[in-house]
């Protein structure tokens, strides 16, 4: 079976201040993760996945098979990432994405 | 282009009627996903379309729910006997490669009195 954790419903951080929104994942092959956004009236959209290795919007995350993570930091939160920020996983031959709960990112102007 | 459209946006319905979800895809994707967004829960998957290959089903959450594609295009969630826990988003995605992202479309908010 394959399970994504998010620990944090809501997270509250201070403009300027980094950012960490956490994930955790549960799969016994090789997984492929993803970090999707869905910022105030807009659709759910894709931010990053780990095998392009790609920084959007200021936001990285590296993929730990050791952990088990997939967290997504940026060292420098802006008011415009306050959104909903889901993590998701497919897995090898499994063409379907197995979602976390969802974090609420909350930017303090 | 266009990206993924579905309807209606919204839906009240009475508990124990039948209910019809729509969702166009963006042309040209061959695969296209039906999810549900529960209060408090993150998305769950529930069916899965990839060309002219036989739906992945595993997500339906009961025998109430089934789903069809037809012309390898538009796809129609239905939904029997609505319950009250069948309250929710329910969100379609499309893709041209099941390899590639998936593209989102804006939901349907389905809430059952």
């Known amino acids: 079976a394959q399970r994504v954790t998010q620990p944090e419903k809501l997270l509250s951080v201070f403009k300027g201040a980094p950012v960490e929104l956490k994930c955790n994942y549960s799969?016994?092959?090789?997984?492929?993760l993803f970090w999707y956004v869905q910022y105030s009236r807009q659709r759910l959209q894709l931010l990053l996945r780990h095998i392009s290795r790609e920084s959007i919007k200021g936001f990285t995350a590296d993929l730990n098979k050791g952990e088990t993570s997939f967290h997504l930091k940026k060292p420098f939160a802006q008011e415009e990432d306050s959104a909903m920020y889901y993590c998701a996983l497919k897995g090898f031959g499994n063409e379907k994405l197995t979602f976390g709960t969802g974090t609420r990112l909350t930017i303090i102007p | 282009g266009a990206g993924v459209s579905q309807s209606p946006s919204n839906k009240v319905t009475e508990k124990g009627k039948d209910v019809e979800l729509r969702c166009d895809p963006i042309s040209g994707h061959t695969a296209l996903y039906w999810y549900r967004q529960s209060l408090g829960q993150g998305l769950e998957f529930l069916i899965y379309?990839?060309?002219?290959?036989?739906?992945?089903k595993s997500g339906l959450p009961s025998d109430r729910f089934s789903a069809e594609r037809t012309g390898g295009s538009v796809s129609t969630l239905t939904i029997q006997r609505t319950q009250q826990e069948d309250s929710a988003v329910y969100l379609c995605?499309?893709?041209?490669?099941?390899?590639?992202?998936?593209?989102f479309g804006p939901g349907t908010r389905l809430t059952v009195t």
């Open positions: 379309f990839q060309g002219n290959s036989a739906p992945d």
């Open positions: 995605a499309s893709s041209p490669n099941p390899v590639y992202e998936q593209y």
């Open positions: 799969y016994s092959g090789s997984p492929e």
